[in-house]
């Protein structure tokens, strides 16, 4: 008789469908138009990212506090959102108008308003993704607030421990001593289930320089908002406003910003020129081009290394500037964004650079026209490019951009690495489908390198949000037969975009070239090394200089 192994699911498959879940949920929440995210409704999402625990929110599944998830996720989310009973996500609808002041998150280019003392807006103008990025994080947050709330109430009257009250003391008032402080941290500590030292130690990552102790504010409203939901039944509430389920998904940002573009093309007589367009930062190609003319003196006394460093500086500001002026005085036109993307856009006419480089030089009608757009944000990237690649009417006459080469770097985890590598992909896979796109890339692992930074080929996994990763499923990824060598949240929507253009729609030539680079901003896969754990820093100087230069190069030589 035969026997049969049975095989329980193993992690990466909960986890998986852990996040197919979270997905499906979030858009029945959005269709629906409200939900509570501590009630029935919010169940699901809550049970979810419980079974997920992605690497970034570190312990959510356990009963202390996760003190470095709730930074990633404070940073993300505009500042007083922690005391917002009525959470409402909307779009453009003329906020910037009034007399609401914008709030941006120091981590996310998007608005938001104070409308009253329990009322925040949220405005969404990038799509879906920056609904699944704002949901998740709130339901951390949320998740987090209902711990603080189980480990200060004492009875079913609301009673609540010491250690609330002394905190709640240090909150209301208005200047604390050192003293003073460390007493309050004392007491928080005991509330989050951490030591005095990790309180302390994150504590000055929360301030700003209006609230010092603004850590202690965030903890104090994050628990007093759990304790009136369970207590006074007072539920938090999230909802979607009409206008932003009526509007989403028909790229009526993205329209608006393409044909602004492909208006100053016209304007400036550059339509029918060969166009290169990257997807970038708003520096590192203006860098590279302009800083050897613009920084002959600061280039004699130092290598271009720590030149590229020094610009990197905020504080570096006559060094930017001194860049910026010889850019628009020699070909490049700088648009900033009007059109609710929050992606500017630099174009370079390189006929009026007058570059010394042999390498960057170009003249007459073959100078190549670059058009440098600032990173999308996951879907928002097929929106953008699909409108980009689209013809331009004029009189009722198309117009097709001569589009040559479309390259795409940016920051993406690596699974196998550290931080400052980096990946060249020949393929984008996207989660939770089997939707995959091969490519000829144009820049090899060659070309990158014996520069001093480790250099990974193979296939990128394009998620559905970063925040919601796990090692299970990433494991899975890198040591199965995908070999999949890091995530991120645009690739396979822009290579969406350009086949469908290229190989479908015929609006741009069928051979186009393409380049994609990541530089490694995290590995989730080691502990301490995840989005969480802080920023590149200067470390990340080095391969975006790299790839800007070898996609500049390749660019001219065409």
Avoid at 168 to 178: C, F, P
Avoid at 513 to 534: I, M
Wanted: charged letters at 25%; glycine letters at 8%; hydrophobic letters at 35%.
């Amino acid at each position: 008789m035969n026997t049969f192994k049975t095989q329980g699911r193993n992690r990466a498959q909960e986890s998986s469908n852990a996040i197919e879940r979270l997905y499906i949920t979030m858009r029945h929440l959005f269709n629906r138009g409200f939900y509570k995210p501590m009630g029935v409704s919010g169940e699901t999402l809550r049970e979810a990212l419980l079974t997920l625990r992605p690497e970034i929110y570190g312990s959510v599944g356990e009963d202390k506090l996760e003190l470095n998830g709730l930074l990633y996720v404070i940073d993300r989310l505009p500042i007083g959102i922690e005391e917002c009973r009525f959470i409402n996500l909307t779009s453009d609808e003329g906020y910037a108008n009034s007399h609401f002041q914008p709030i941006v998150p120091p981590k996310r280019r998007r608005n938001c308003y104070r409308i009253d003392e329990e009322q925040m807006n949220i405005e969404i103008t990038r799509g879906r993704s920056e609904i699944y990025d704002i949901l998740t994080h709130l339901t951390f947050m949320f998740i987090e607030s209902h711990k603080i709330m189980r480990r200060v109430v004492i009875d079913e009257e609301g009673s609540v421990t010491r250690d609330w009250k002394k905190l709640e003391k240090a909150v209301l008032q208005e200047n604390l001593t050192e003293a003073e402080r460390e007493i309050a941290l004392t007491h928080t500590a005991n509330i989050l289930g951490r030591t005095f030292n990790e309180v302390r130690m994150i504590h000055p990552l929360f301030s700003q320089p209006k609230n010092e102790e603004r850590f202690l504010h965030i903890i104090y409203h994050l628990g007093k908002l759990a304790i009136d939901e369970v207590i006074y039944n007072n539920k938090r509430i999230v909802t979607f406003s009409p206008v932003l389920r009526e509007r989403l998904g028909h790229h009526i940002h993205g329209e608006i910003w393409a044909d602004h573009i492909k208006k100053t093309l016209v304007e400036k007589g550059l339509l029918n020129r060969k166009i290169h367009i990257i997807s970038a930062n708003m520096h590192s190609v203006m860098n590279t081009l302009y800083a050897p003319i613009a920084l002959k003196t600061e280039l004699k006394k130092k290598p271009t290394q720590d030149i590229y460093e020094a610009l990197s500086n905020p504080a570096s500001g006559k060094l930017r500037t001194k860049v910026m002026k010889a850019a628009l005085e020699k070909g490049m036109i700088f648009l900033e964004d009007c059109s609710g993307t929050n992606i500017d856009v630099q174009i370079f006419d390189t006929q009026k650079i007058m570059h010394h480089e042999e390498r960057f030089k170009a003249e007459g009608e073959d100078a190549p026209v670059i058009i440098v757009m600032d990173y999308a944000f996951g879907e928002q990237a097929y929106e953008t490019m699909d409108e980009l690649l689209k013809p331009y009417t004029i009189d009722d006459q198309d117009f097709h951009l001569n589009v040559d080469s479309i390259s795409i770097m940016g920051k993406a985890g690596i699974l196998e690495g550290g931080k400052g590598d980096i990946m060249i992909p020949d393929a984008h896979v996207f989660e939770g489908t089997a939707d995959n796109y091969p490519f000829t890339n144009e820049l090899k692992k060659e070309e990158l390198e014996g520069k001093g930074i480790q250099v990974f080929g193979g296939a990128m996994i394009t998620v559905l949000g970063t925040s919601l990763q796990n090692k299970d499923i990433l494991k899975f990824f890198h040591n199965s037969t995908w070999n999949v060598i890091g995530l991120e949240m645009e690739g396979a929507h822009y290579q969406k975009a350009i086949q469908a253009a290229a190989k479908l729609r015929g609006n741009i030539k069928a051979d186009v070239k393409v380049r994609y680079a990541y530089y490694a901003s995290d590995n989730p896969l080691e502990t301490g090394s995840t989005l969480a754990s802080g920023g590149l820093g200067t470390s990340g100087v080095k391969p975006t200089y790299l790839i800007t230069e070898k996609i500049l190069e390749q660019i001219f030589k065409s």
